[in-house]
């Protein structure tokens, strides 16, 4: 599995977390309540490890590789049209604005609309906990990217799935 491509995606949004894996017709998807995750912010570990490791083995999903998307909704985007002497500032200021400990706080450059390039910053204690959680579980969390394009869902994954593969260098476990 080590060397193997992802075949599962799982999706984060505010509202929780939905699994999408080779070999299954189905969205399996775990609605988060608020004293678990809010904000952002983790604020249950502890429950919010049961509660994905009970969703697990209620729907029995497997351990596989995978990509975690990132939903615009557990994103910070601003468009840039700066030249890149100016660049640096303006990821400093954007990331002064958010409500994170810097240490938390991942970003990426991605190409915007009309050619414009845009700063996509998460934080990162909460990816990573739920990655931890599935590792635990035998997992193999391959990538941590933000959405591009359409919303998985059931029919189209696949092409959610290959679309976040040509991110890698996107990825926020790499930054």
Do not use: C
Request: aromatic content about 8%; cysteine-free; overall charge negative.
């Amino acid at each position: 599995m080590i060397f193997s491509r992802p075949n599962s995606l799982v999706y984060l949004t505010r509202a929780g977390l939905s699994f999408y894996a080779v070999g299954s017709t189905k969205e399996a998807v775990l609605a988060i309540p608020h004293d678990t995750i809010n904000d952002l912010e983790v604020m249950n570990p502890d429950k919010l490890r049961q509660q994905i490791e009970t969703f697990i083995a209620e729907q029995a999903l497997r351990p596989t590789k995978a990509v975690i998307v990132l939903s615009e909704e557990v994103l910070f985007i601003k468009t840039v049209a700066s030249e890149p002497v100016e660049l640096a500032k303006e990821i400093k200021e954007f990331l002064e604005e958010l409500p994170f400990e810097p240490t938390e706080l991942v970003y990426t450059i991605m190409p915007g609309p009309n050619g414009v390039e845009q700063i996509v910053a998460t934080n990162s204690a909460l990816y990573l906990a739920i990655k931890n959680i599935l590792e635990g579980k035998d997992w193999r969390i391959a990538m941590v990217v933000p959405k591009v394009g359409d919303t998985p869902n059931v029919e189209n994954w696949r092409k959610i799935l290959a679309a976040a593969l040509a991110l890698s260098k996107n990825n926020f476990l790499s930054h």
